[in-house]
């Protein structure tokens, strides 16, 4: 079968509809739980932060992806997506897991990207890497979350 | 795949830029339509002698504050505009896809390559600056000094409706110098955007000025006694019969920089696929509407016996039309798009002729790009599909001419030496590139070829906006070129001083 290609802009309108259906879930979460308030707002910034940077780091690369021709082969993005719905009477450890898949998924999906842009400028991949590493490091903080209230 | 959102939402009504004034045109109206759509999104004015008289008189009159402003505070109007270029990146970009027809990647990447020439022009105090030795005799030292020289008109061409009149504007106004920039009439939203920003960025009024219009706008420039220079981007029979010849007689510097018909070489130890990749992007990047878009791939067999030669042209062609099939044309909002339409019914007329006239002439016609398979559902008026043709010779219409479209010729050249006497042959020397492994033909080529750009294992040979944008034979009338060193010496007068004092 044809490997599907798909182009820089798509990949970059992804990584911002992530960042943003992301940011809105962990404010809905900073509402909803408010003993965790502090930590799922300075998620919420951070995606907003992770989306400036993309889509900073393409708009200023453009050009070198453009002249090599550049398109992500083979990627599914249908792969990453996952549902940031949260139900009204959804508890703490549901929300929880459902941001810990959120992450492993937009981990993977960063990593998958940066790997795949290792051919262009350095600054595309180590932009993708450097969320990846934001999104794992909040699986571990909402592991831990997650961890301390099914011990209750 | 969903349609980004397009900025333009009704008809802009487009006026010109005069002396800091937006100025209704008397002229005659003419539509700008989308080529995708094929939707009116402004009306542009073809604005009368009169009118560009004013803008150079405007320009006339701000030349000397202007020019008296220290470079460092032009440099920070500079600042501004890029701030709020990089702010309106995206709507920069999507108007682009919108009035030209290209690909939103494609827009993205103009923008960006427009916003770097502003960035290079920032560093004016420095670039500016003279030279100087003491003592050249008893007691005396002499130096040299660059002075603005005035007034200076920019004509755009419709290809890049942002970037073009961005080789020349910022580097002008940066050393002191006044324009009046005529944006291509069949794309001038991007331009009218460019003087919104500088109206914000602070640059007094008379010293970044618009004027929209056709040819009248073209002669009154060339034949005002006010405007010292010119800079043009168009098609050689312009350039080099009326703008050249015009500045040659009224004394105007010029810079013209006109068509092409660049050469792709492939060596037998070219790495095919990285080859191929970089071929598709120089052949329909731009749906092949770019002086540096590759027009001729010559397949060379330096050292092959004829049946091996045959062999590599064979697996060349193969792996090059079937990247070409795959290309996905539609409208350039939609993000799956690979390739955008011409810009309007009338390029794309010609570009058909041209396909007929490769078929007449005996060329294979291996890809007909005149079957239009679009994603999604558009008028066909200005798509066409890429056409790759084999067996094309250098004598060949379609092997000499520009076709400034999506039409790849495939040529095969039996040694190194005939495929330059090839390049040779042709009358235009904008671009040409080698895709080889071997340093000495690598070094051979750069040394012998005679064209201005040239890329080794390069498609498109882009020149950063920190060189100058070159071009030799039919390709380039002047002698300095834009971006860079050279605008800076273009739009500089050097003064020599000498000096004892007693």
Redesign the interface.
């Known amino acids: 079968m ?1 490997e599907m ?6 990949i970059i ?1 992804f990584t911002e509809n992530l960042e943003d259906s992301s940011a809105r879930f962990y404010k809905k979460l900073a509402y909803r739980f408010a003993n965790d308030r502090e930590t799922f707002f300075s998620f919420a910034n951070e995606s907003e932060k992770n989306r400036v940077l993309v889509t900073r780091t ?3 690369t ?2 070198d ?5 550049f ?1 992500f082969k083979g990627l599914d993005q249908s792969r990453y997506l996952t549902s940031t719905d949260l139900a009204p009477d959804a508890d703490y450890s549901t929300a929880l897991k459902m941001a810990i898949e959120l992450e492993d998924k937009a981990s993977e999906f960063y990593s998958c990207v940066a790997e795949m842009s290792k051919s262009l400028l350095a600054t595309i991949p180590r932009a993708f890497k450097r969320v990846a590493e934001r999104r794992g490091n909040r699986r571990s903080v909402l592991k831990a979350l997650l961890d301390k209230a099914t011990e209750k | 795949m969903a349609i980004l959102e397009e900025p333009i939402k009704q008809v802009l009504g487009l006026k010109n830029y005069i002396g800091g004034e937006w100025v209704e045109s008397k002229g005659e109206i003419a539509d700008v339509a989308n080529p995708a759509t094929c939707k009116v999104i402004a009306k542009v004015p073809i604005s009368t002698r009169q009118e560009i008289d004013a803008a150079v008189e405007a320009a006339k009159e701000a030349f000397p504050d202007w020019r008296r402003t220290p470079p460092l505070a032009r440099t920070r109007c500079l600042f501004r505009l890029k701030e709020l270029m990089e702010e309106h990146f995206e709507e920069l970009s999507r108007i682009q896809t919108m009035e030209h027809g290209k690909t939103i990647d494609e827009s993205r990447g103009e923008t960006r390559r427009g916003i770097e020439n502003v960035e290079v022009a920032t560093g004016i105090p420095s670039l500016m600056m003279g030279y100087n030795l003491e003592d050249i005799a008893a007691g005396i030292d002499e130096y040299l000094i660059r002075q603005p020289l005035g007034v200076f008109g920019i004509i755009g061409p419709f290809n890049f409706p942002f970037m073009v009149p961005l080789w020349f504007a910022p580097y002008a106004v940066a050393t002191g110098n006044t324009i009046v920039v005529k944006p291509s009439s069949e794309d001038p939203i991007s331009q009218v955007k460019i003087a919104e920003m500088a109206e914000e960025a602070g640059f007094p009024p008379g010293v970044w000025n618009i004027v929209h219009g056709g040819r009248s706008v073209v002669s009154g420039m060339l034949d005002h006694p006010s405007i010292k220079g010119i800079c043009f981007v168009g098609s050689t029979p312009v350039g080099k019969d009326v703008i050249y010849k015009k500045c040659g007689e009224t004394g105007k510097r010029v810079i013209a920089q006109c068509g092409a018909k660049n050469y792709l070489l492939v060596m037998p130890d070219a790495d095919l696929e990285k080859t191929i990749a970089a071929s598709m992007t120089s052949f329909f990047g731009n749906a092949g509407q770019r002086c540096l878009s590759g027009a001729n791939l010559v397949v060379v067999g330096e050292g092959l016996s004829e049946r091996e030669h045959n062999d590599l042209y064979k697996k060349v062609s193969d792996v090059f039309v079937n990247a070409a099939s795959k290309i996905r044309v539609g409208y350039g909002l939609d993000e799956s798009v690979q390739m955008g339409p011409l810009r309007d019914r009338g390029k794309k007329e010609r570009v058909t002729g041209f396909i007929e006239m490769g078929v007449k002439e005996g060329a294979k016609l291996r890809l007909d790009g005149r079957n239009v398979q679009l994603v999604g559902d558009w008028p066909h008026t200005c798509f066409l599909n890429p056409t790759v043709f084999e067996e094309v010779t250098p004598d060949m219409t379609i092997g000499k001419e520009e076709i400034f479209g999506p039409v790849a010729g495939i040529m095969k050249a039996k040694s190194f030496d005939e495929a330059v006497d090839i390049i040779h042959g042709n009358p235009y020397g904008n671009a040409a590139s080698i895709f080889t492994q071997s340093g000495k033909l690598a070094r051979d080529f750069q040394y012998r070829v005679q064209c201005g750009n040239i890329g080794i294992n390069i498609g498109i040979v882009a020149p950063m906006a920190f060189f100058p944008f070159s071009g030799m034979k039919n390709s380039f009338f002047g002698d300095l070129h834009g971006q860079g060193q050279e605008a800076i010496r273009f739009f500089t007068e050097s003064k020599v001083v000498i000096q004892r004092w007693f």
């Open positions: 044809e290609s798909t182009t820089a802009s798509a309108s393409y708009q200023e453009i050009t992806a453009l002249e090599a021709c398109s």
